[in-house]
Structure formats: structure tokens, C-alpha cells
């Protein structure tokens, strides 16, 4: 009778509580500044904190189900993410013991992303611990035209963290909490509402309560903890680990170029991009609002800093394609899609691989540029790389957070079918035809745009002869 009346009339004024005091938490936690180098931690004897407790792992049917698939099926993908685990398990286990928490809750990287900085999912979460856009944003992840910190070991290593520790004051329970992460916070609470019970097993028991992957997550998480912690155990003798991840790092005050760095300092571009994947090129920008460094090899602090001003640049050596998956609905036609991110129907053909006679069908997965607001305008491959120029100078003049110099010293240059015109602030294609004694529709068809498009401070356009 106890236990009824604690799960019928206290747990319902619990979870209420811990709703309200979890929002608190989300806040504080969202507003902890991250640190580019992790603390250290010493493993040897190391408790959790007495407010967190453990991570039970739990050995049942449902755990043995996902030992089996590791050690079978799957087996060539454990053996990739033991691999990879010595590189970051360390550095990732000292941000959970830095805040006091359990931490195993490093392996939920494993299960997540595999280790893999590059990991992106139909759901577009990327990067370590698969944050989707908004929820990185919320916890303090800059994602932007130059910089995509979810790539980031360290960064979005303590971002997960601090998430975990919001849901955790939200649940109470390790299990839930990731659960949550999994699934998100709402669809939990709705569950553990609705069958009263914040036990996960419990939940398990009824059907539907949880979605199917998030069914499995908890017991698919024990069962790479149990691996990873013994892999010679379950017959992984053959495990090549990898170095850890190791580095030293130089604070700059100007935006510099990975490939001319890894040049002064005789390095391959992809060794140190490696070590620096949060940047999507080989552009490292400088912001206002935070420390700004790049990582390198242990024992070239010295040189780095003696070869800074040979490296500085103004834009980007290197372009990188990004892209977003959206997933088709009911009535949407290929314009549609286009308008809506802001790009052309060729672009997206061109992205997809589309033929011009093509069709897209429901529930179709189809890529698209990677940010709704860029100018993704694509008439050649020649005008490509320009359109990407334009992005850049956009992102700097929109967000005056850069401290990089001016891009072109003129207000116009010649370009091969015409001039390019940079964009000044007031001008608008009224302004600038009238500038140049041609008409409105003639530079938006050179630039394929509309008639009425806004246009950006410090974008290029081209003017037609």
C-alpha cells in the first residue's frame, strides 16, 4: 500500500516540482561559459558527486540482446569505436569529473556518434554528441558560416555534460535523463506522467510508452559500457587504440589559415585540421565573445606564435560544401523547398543529383544548403565559389563580430560578363541600377534573384554590361 500510494499521489506532485526546478536548471546551465581545455581530473578512485549517485548498469535480457549485436553483427562497428575510444574517452570522462558526475556518461558518446566528429544524422544532428542546432545553441555551441562547435570534442563534450545535468535535476534518475537526451525532455515527462513510474524498465514494460530507438538507448548504452570497459572479455584481442588526444594551444587575436599553418610548420593540413574540427575550413575567425585559439602538436607553441603573422588572412583558402537533409512532406514540390532555404531548384538538382525531369516523393530524404538564411545562388560552377564569398562577407557585416579586414578595397571591380558591385549600407537594386544605368530586372537575373530579394551589406552582385 506504500509503494501504491508514492507512485499514485506523490510522484505526480514530484515530477511537477522537478519540471519547475528543472527549467532553473536548463537556464544556469545554458548560460556556463565553455573552456577549450579540459581539466584534469585524476581517474584512480575518482567518486561521483553524492547529488548525482551512479550509473547502475543494469545486465538483462534486452542488455544481452545489444551484447550480442556488438560481438556479432555489429561487431565491425564496436571495433571502430574501441578504436577511437582511447583518443577521446579521457579527455571526455575529465569534463564529467570536473562537475562531479558519473563518468561512464563519457560512453554515450560511443553510442551516439561512434567517436566521429564528422557523425550527422537524418534528424541533422551532428558532431560527438549529435546536438541538433537549437539545443547546441542552448547550451553555448557557436554554429555559424566558419565555425561548427558540436565538431568539437572538448566543447560539445561539456555542453553534453551540462545537459545531462539539467536532465538529471529534471528526472532524477540516469536512466531518464538519458532517455531524455535521446528522445527529449517532453516526450519523458508524458510517459512518466501518464504510467506513473520513473523507473525505465517499468516503462519498458508497456508498449508504446516510449518511442523504439528510445527504448533501446539505455540498454544499448550498458551494453557498450560492459565493452568497453572489458573488450578482451567479448573478444575484442585486436583492438588497435588509438593515441590520445593530446595538445598544446595558442591564443590568437586575429583570423589566421590552417593551411598556411600547417605549412610554416611542415604539418599536413588534415593532422591539423583534425585536432581543430570544429572549424569548417581552414578559416579560424576571431570573436568577440570568447577566448579564440587553435590547437596544435605538443612542442610547437614557440613556433606557432613566431609564424602568426605569415598565416593571418581575411577569408577562407579552402571552401567547404555544407549541407542539411529535410525530409519530404505531403505536397511539397522542389520550388517550395527551394524558396524556403532560400536557394534554386538547379541548386538543388545540382545537391541531389537530380535529373530535370525528377521527382521527389514523400518521406524522401533530399539535401539542401546549410542554412535557411545564406544565399545559396548557384547560375555556374564559376559564380559557386563567389556566391560562397558572399555568405562569408554577409555573416562578418550582419554580425560586426569579426575583426578581420576589409575584403575588397573598392567599391567595384570587373568582373568577366560585367562588374561586381559590394553592397553598401542603405543601397538597395533600386539604388544600384540606378548607379549603374541599368534596370532592377537585369542584376536580379544576372544573380538569380527576385525582383524584390533583400539584399546584405558587403555582398557581391554582379552588373551587367
Known amino acids: 500500500m506504500r509503494k501504491n500510494y508514492y507512485v499514485g499521489v506523490v510522484l505526480p506532485f514530484a515530477v511537477l516540482c522537478l519540471l519547475t526546478a528543472g527549467c532553473a536548471s536548463l537556464k544556469t546551465n545554458r548560460e556556463q561559459p565553455l573552456s577549450d581545455i579540459s581539466g584534469n581530473v585524476p581517474e584512480e578512485g575518482y567518486k561521483p558527486s553524492s547529488q548525482y549517485g551512479t550509473v547502475v548498469l ?41 562537475r562531479g558526475m558519473p563518468d561512464e556518461l ?48 572538448i566543447l560539445s563534450t561539456q555542453a553534453g555534460a551540462n545537459y545531462l545535468d539539467s536532465l538529471y535535476s529534471l528526472f532524477g534518475d540516469w536512466n531518464l535523463a538519458m532517455c531524455a537526451y535521446n528522445a527529449g525532455e517532453r516526450r519523458i515527462q508524458r510517459a512518466v506522467m501518464k504510467y506513473q513510474t520513473r523507473d525505465f524498465w517499468e516503462l519498458t514494460k508497456h508498449q508504446k510508452a516510449l518511442p523504439r530507438e528510445t527504448d533501446n538507448y539505455v540498454p544499448k548504452y550498458i551494453a557498450a559500457v560492459l565493452i568497453a570497459k572489458d573488450p578482451a572479455k567479448y573478444g575484442f584481442t585486436d583492438i588497435n587504440f588509438q593515441a590520445a588526444f593530446s595538445f598544446d594551444t595558442v591564443v590568437i587575436d586575429k583570423p589566421i589559415s590552417l593551411e598556411l599553418l600547417a605549412k610554416e610548420l611542415n604539418l599536413g593540413f588534415q593532422e591539423l585540421k583534425l585536432m581543430n574540427p570544429r572549424y569548417k575550413s581552414d578559416y579560424v575567425p576571431v570573436y568577440n565573445d570568447r577566448v579564440n585559439a587553435v590547437r596544435i602538436p605538443i612542442g610547437m607553441k614557440e613556433a606557432t606564435i613566431a609564424v602568426m603573422p605569415k598565416i593571418i588572412t581575411d577569408a577562407p583558402h579552402i571552401y567547404v560544401a555544407e549541407f542539411d537533409y529535410y525530409k519530404v512532406k505531403r505536397g511539397d514540390t522542389l520550388s517550395q523547398i527551394a524558396q524556403h532555404y532560400r536557394t534554386t531548384i538547379a ?17 524522401q530524404k533530399i539535401k539542401v544548403p546549410d542554412s535557411p538564411g545564406a544565399v545559396s545562388r548557384k547560375v555556374s560552377s564559376e559564380r559557386n565559389d563567389r556566391t560562397y564569398r558572399n555568405n562569408i562577407r554577409k ?3 550582419l554580425s560586426r563580430k569579426y575583426k578581420s579586414k576589409t575584403i575588397l578595397k573598392s567599391n567595384s ?32 537575373q544576372a544573380n538569380s534573384l527576385r525582383q524584390r530579394s533583400k539584399i546584405f551589406v558587403g555582398a557581391e552582385l554582379i552588373i551587367p554590361n
Not at 566521429?116 to 547550451?139: K, L
Request: proline share 2%.
Open 395 to 397: 555573416t562578418a557585416s
Open 347 to 363: 541548386r538543388l538538382r545540382d545537391l541531389n543529383e537530380f535529373s530535370r525531369r525528377g521527382m521527389i516523393r514523400v518521406g
Open 58 to 98: 543494469d545486465h538483462n535480457q534486452k542488455v544481452e540482446q545489444w551484447i550480442n549485436y556488438f560481438t556479432g553483427r555489429g561487431r565491425k562497428y564496436m571495433h571502430i569505436y574501441l578504436e577511437r575510444s582511447a583518443r577521446y574517452i579521457p579527455l571526455m570522462k575529465a569534463a564529467f569529473r570536473e
Open 413 to 444: 571591380q570587373v568582373a568577366d560578363n560585367g562588374k561586381v558591385h559590394v553592397v553598401r549600407s542603405g543601397e538597395n537594386l533600386s539604388v544600384i541600377a540606378r548607379k549603374y544605368g541599368t534596370s532592377i530586372k537585369e542584376i536580379a
Open 106 to 153: 563519457a560512453y554515450i558518446a560511443m553510442i551516439e556518434s561512434g567517436f566521429s566528429p564528422t557523425a550527422f544524422s537524418h534528424a541533422s544532428a551532428v558532431g560527438y554528441w549529435q546536438f541538433i542546432r537549437e539545443t547546441g545553441r542552448r547550451y553555448n555551441l557557436r554554429i555559424d558560416q566558419f565555425v561548427d562547435e558540436r565538431r568539437d570534442p
